[in-house]
Nanobody, 126 residues
Framework: QVQLVESGGGLVQAGGSLRLSCAAS????????VAWFRQAPGKDRNIIAA????????FYVDSVKGRFTISRDDSKNTVYLQMNSLNTEDTAVYYCAAGGWRTNLAQLSMASYDYWGRGTQVTVSS
């Protein structure tokens, strides 16, 4: 079973940057799409970025377009989320998830993802 571990979260000032990593163990994720979700206190968990298995298709929610970049390095079995120009509304727990075996398009539905990490906290201070 694919196990995912997020890292790279922390406390950052508004305007700053963080890079989150989603490292897979036990099995390769090279054949899976991967997405990043986030959940703020009292709110639902929502997708913010996704990438398909080849990296040819990506998705970003409007609120992070132009600021966040999702990428993958299959040689390291890791997917990244580069986050720039962070603001206080980006404060949340960030989760990565893998699923969508060899789909051509990045998957947007939570139901498409079978494997989940435990999350990493990102806090942006004003």
């Amino acid at each position: 079973q694919v196990q995912l571990v997020e890292s790279g979260g922390g406390l950052v000032q508004a305007g700053g940057s963080l890079r989150l990593s989603c490292a897979a163990s036990e099995y390769t994720i090279r054949n899976y799409g991967v997405a990043w979700f986030r959940q703020a206190p009292g709110k639902d968990r929502n997708i913010i970025a996704a990438i398909n298995w080849t990296g040819s298709s990506t998705f970003y929610v409007d609120s992070v377009k132009g600021r966040f970049t999702i990428s993958r390095d299959d040689s390291k079995n890791t997917v990244y989320l580069q986050m720039n120009s962070l603001n206080t509304e980006d404060t949340a727990v960030y989760y990565c998830a893998a699923g969508g075996w060899r789909t051509n398009l990045a998957q947007l539905s939570m139901a498409s993802y079978d494997y989940w990490g435990r999350g990493t906290q990102v806090t942006v201070s004003s």
